[in-house]
């Protein structure tokens, strides 16, 4: 994606990448698609101020394309712990259970924030009005299809700051694609060996 970018963005008249992402473009009518995830659709639903919600123009939401081996996907789990040591476990164990039983999760999911982990409940994040048409089948139907197996890397800001400061720079078509990835990878390697050293991973 890196080098489709910098090889490729300018030639085909690719959005640049925006600090927070193109999501408020296109919920303003400047960006006529953006890659986001199902907590979007309420974002863009719920603003009266956006432009394409005042304008009436009719959109939709589609499943992110599948390619020969799997469906690509922009996928994040968000979980609930509690620290070792915690003085008061047996309170903090319930305000687990009940932060991921159904009554906890169902609120959310109904105002489009979340799709719950179980599926018993995904008949709550499927919104109200049957709105944008495509929700079910992009964001429902297709999640055994990819397949993933999201790695757990402690620190993850840190990683979120390498990932800027190394590749902004490639999005925007201001650095060569195969530096930036060597530079990110290069810190990369030295961020995990440093968790490795302190038996984090």
Do not use: C
């Amino acid at each position: 994606m890196s080098g489709f970018r910098a090889s490729w963005g300018a030639k085909l008249r690719i959005a640049k990448a925006q600090p927070g992402g193109t999501s408020g473009q296109f919920g303003n009518g400047t960006v006529a698609m953006a890659t986001s995830g199902s907590w979007y659709v309420a974002n863009v639903k719920q603003n009266a101020q956006a432009r394409l919600v005042s304008s009436g123009v009719p959109w939709d939401v589609a499943p992110v394309p599948r390619g020969p081996k799997r469906r690509a996907a922009l996928a994040h789990e968000l979980g609930i712990g509690i620290p070792s040591g915690v003085r008061n476990q047996d309170a903090s164990w319930a305000g687990v259970r009940y932060l991921t039983s159904p009554a906890a999760l169902v609120p959310f999911a109904r105002i489009g924030r979340v799709v719950p982990p179980q599926k018993s409940l995904w008949k709550d994040a499927t919104p109200a009005d049957n709105l944008p048409a495509g929700f079910k089948r992009a964001f429902l139907d297709m999640w055994d299809e990819i397949e993933l197996e999201p790695p757990f890397v402690p620190r993850w800001p840190d990683v979120v700051a390498i990932w800027q400061e190394e590749l902004d720079a490639v999005w925007k078509g201001e650095r060569p694609a195969r530096e930036g990835a060597a530079a990110f990878k290069s810190r990369m390697d030295q961020h995990l060996k440093q968790l490795k050293a302190e038996r984090l991973l």
